[in-house]
């Protein structure tokens, strides 16, 4: 075992707990400690034993890996460009963030001017968020047309054909959120929906 977990676990709960509001009474009292216990903790000078770990993970609600990890930093930039886009045809896709979430992809779509893009259907229970940012979405969907504009929302089954064009002159900007069904990982080597 690293030499740094004891500082690990100490910033990770003391962080924890402070994002919760909590004082160190409150959460020693939650996870059935003394209060010593839980502030010889956080000062890093612990050697907890695995019961106590499993009492401090189940008060923060969090896994005991969470507990131990290297601290994430409070807030890191992603500068423009840093994070992967992919084309289809002309259509420039690009995902929105850095680290996947299990059972959903958001992506930014680019279409230039006339530009059309196939969308392959996911698994029966999916549902797609798409919303228009700037310029005009054509969403066939089924047969079914709707025309978003800057602002406008459709939310379909993504289980059904469905189809994006820009019928417009200028750029138009939009963003799709899959939610997969339950149970499904439906990923593109890239992190995100299988697209045409």
């Known amino acids: 075992m690293s030499d740094k977990v004891p500082s690990h676990l100490a910033h990770n709960v003391k962080q924890l707990r402070t994002a919760r509001g909590l004082t160190q009474a409150q959460v020693a009292r939650a996870s059935g400690l003394p209060r010593p216990t839980w502030a010889n903790i956080e000062s890093g000078a612990a050697n907890p034993t695995l019961s106590v770990l499993l009492k401090v993970a189940s008060a923060l609600q969090v896994p005991i890996e969470e507990l131990i990890a290297p601290p994430r930093a409070a807030c ?10 992919r084309r289809r045809g002309e259509v420039v896709l690009r995902g929105l963030l850095p680290d ?3 059972g959903m992809s958001i992506e930014r ?5 006339r530009a059309r893009m196939a969308g392959i259907p996911h698994m029966p229970g999916t549902r797609e968020y798409l919303t228009c940012e700037a310029g005009q979405i054509l969403l066939v969907v089924s047969g079914e047309r709707w025309t978003l504009g800057p602002g406008d929302l459709v939310v379909f089954r993504g289980d059904q054909s469905h189809s994006y064009h820009n019928p417009g002159g200028r750029t138009a900007v939009g963003y799709s959120t899959v939610l997969f069904a339950p149970g499904v990982i439906e990923r593109a080597s890239s992190g995100g929906p299988s697209w045409k």
């Open 100 to 102: 996947a979430i299990p």
């Open 109 to 113: 779509m680019e279409l230039p001017p």
């Open 76 to 85: 890191k930039l992603y500068e423009a460009g840093s994070i992967p886009e």
